[in-house]
């Protein structure tokens, strides 16, 4: 029986939703009208900004279901006619060392299916070999939307940013339904797509003695407000008023901590962010909650952390650092301080296994610098892959996995260090203390 | 007796045994593991809920505010209504959040999947229902704590 739909569709919809492009095209847009009237969205609406992120970059053995539904639309002729940036791959063995077994596992048993799915993607658009991360609102990568574009994109990350940071619209898609957004063009108009969605039901006050870090703050922002909209008060005062580089990172951090932590798909900070700067206080609805944020209240986030090691008095083994993926500043940022650190220490290799996560386009362009050699040299790690997906191998939850992450924290059984303590510990500083 | 009234997303009639959380579900950080183990059963994996962490929710009526967490959630809830290790109602006390909607939707366009979902219970009911009450749902989005 044909799905009886509830909001304002056009004749164009109304035709794609009958069968009129094909049966296939069909299923995808009423998979679209569904959702959109789950939400009471009053229609559908254009998407401006073609250009798709996919959040399902890995060919993980078990998405059967994903790989039947790709070969439904590759063989219905769809596609992604501006083409899509997507997560990270799940593994990289040349870069990160690993054992035979680790090898055997991620290529042939969980991601076996990565070659062919990759396969599936490049002929539903994906747009390059190097399109692959987290952040591909990096100038580096290309994929960035404009203040006000509509946007068909899933990554809670980057669908935060792109909302906070960008003044993009999205809202937080799950995998599939971004790609069947893309294909159609078209998503449902609700949530953070209307003004009123986009109002703050907190008003947050950073009142701290010191810089707050932004993967703490994030999460304690997230785990408060879970799916709501903060406006973020006080912050600028340690973060500025401008976004640069640095504010930038900061935000991509704290964004994904609290996308993370909770379910925030928009956030506001005042005198800082596109909407914020705009339209001030006037974001908060009426009857808003409050929440103060000090120091105290930080450190009570940070000790609540669970450590899910098997053995949590021992020392970590592998530290990993950029998740969501480093920026250009943050990479050369981490390369310094662990090369200084190392050299305060009277050392010449960090202590543990250390990866640093970022961009493949990232990566190539820092891997053609000094810093790079020198990094290498120390004993650092340099890749493009998900350290999520990393974490998916049964074999990694006996090792102790350190890292400054609140989002990998909270999808794995890493555990969380700020980022001086991390620091101190690979570079051998810690036990000099 | 307690009775509530949601919003009936997809219906459908259950009776049995309720697991509840408090706080939102992280789909990924929950059910992910089970998923790539191939496991029977789903046993909550997500470290940061203990309302649920190591509970078995396979058939049964998972009751919860919303879900949280990374955007692959929905497509994790489809693919574990396609391995058939599925709670088999959610029941949602808020309105169901984009994440979960889009698990429910793509279950049952894609993979035929019964799982019922019924949502704006109210807090009430997450109050009231605990982990292990018998419950009945009925094809109206009426839910009986036993």
Known sequence: ?433 | MKEFKGRVLNGGYYKGEAVVSHQGVNTLASFQSPAIMHAKKVKIADQNNPDIFQKNVTGKALCLPQTIGSTTGGMVLQVICSMGINPACLLFSEHIDSLAGAGVILSVVWENSKLIAIDQLGQEFLDTVKTGDTIEVTEDGTVRIL
């Open chain 1, 1 to 433: 029986m044909a799905y009886r739909y509830k909001m304002k569709l056009t004749p164009e919809q109304i035709d794609i939703l009958e069968g009129g492009q094909g049966a296939v095209k069909a299923k995808v847009m009423e998979t679209i009208v569904r959702y959109g009237d789950m939400f009471e969205a009053t229609e559908l609406v254009k998407v401006t900004h073609g250009e798709g992120h996919l959040v399902t970059s890995f060919g993980l053995s078990l998405l059967t279901p994903v790989f039947r539904i790709m070969d439904e639309l590759i063989g219905a002729g769809l596609k992604v006619e501006e083409g899509f940036t997507a997560d990270p791959r799940p593994n990289d063995i040349d870069n990160v060392s690993c054992s035979l077994l680790d090898k055997l596992l991620y290529t042939k048993i969980l991601y076996g299916k990565q070659g062919s799915y990759e396969q599936q993607l490049t002929k539903l658009g994906l747009k390059s070999d190097d399109a692959f991360t987290c952040t591909c609102y990096y100038p580096e990568i290309g994929n960035v939307p404009a203040k006000g574009d509509i946007l068909s994109w899933a990554e809670s990350s980057a669908v935060n940013y792109a909302n906070s940071v960008l003044g993009a619209r999205c809202n937080r898609n799950s995998g599939m339904i971004e790609l069947f957004g893309s294909i159609v063009g078209y998503v449902p108009k609700f949530g953070l797509l209307t003004d009123e969605g986009r109002k703050a039901k907190w008003k947050v006050t950073v009142n701290t003695t010191k810089k707050p870090l932004p993967q703490i703050l994030g999460s304690a922002i997230g785990l408060k407000v879970m799916e709501d909209v903060p406006y973020v008060t006080g912050l600028d005062k340690w973060i500025g008023t401008e976004l640069t580089d640095e504010c930038k990172s900061y935000l991509k951090d704290f964004g994904a901590a609290t996308a993370s932590n909770g379910a925030v798909g928009l956030y506001h900070v005042e005198n800082l962010t596109p909407e914020a700067k705009e339209l001030g206080e006037s974001l908060l609805q009426e009857g808003y909650r409050e929440y103060i944020i000090d120091d105290a209240e930080l450190e009570r986030v940070y000790k609540s952390y669970p450590v899910m090691w098997k053995e949590p008095e021992k020392k970590g083994t592998i530290a990993f650092i950029g998740c969501p993926h480093l920026s250009r500043t943050q990479l050369e940022e981490w390369a310094d301080r662990i090369l200084e650190g190392l050299k305060s220490a009277g050392r010449d290799k960090v202590t543990c296994q250390t990866v640093l996560f970022t961009p493949p386009a990232v990566a190539k362009a820092f891997a053609e610098t000094p810093k790079y050699a020198q990094i290498r040299k120390a004993g650092v790690e340099l890749t493009s892959i998900c350290p999520l997906m990393y974490t998916s191998n049964p074999l990694t939850k006996s090792r102790r996995i350190m890292t400054c992450s609140n989002k990998l924290r909270t999808y794995s059984l890493a555990r969380y260090y700020k980022d001086d303590e991390l620091l101190a510990i690979v570079t051998g500083k810690e036990d000099r203390l």
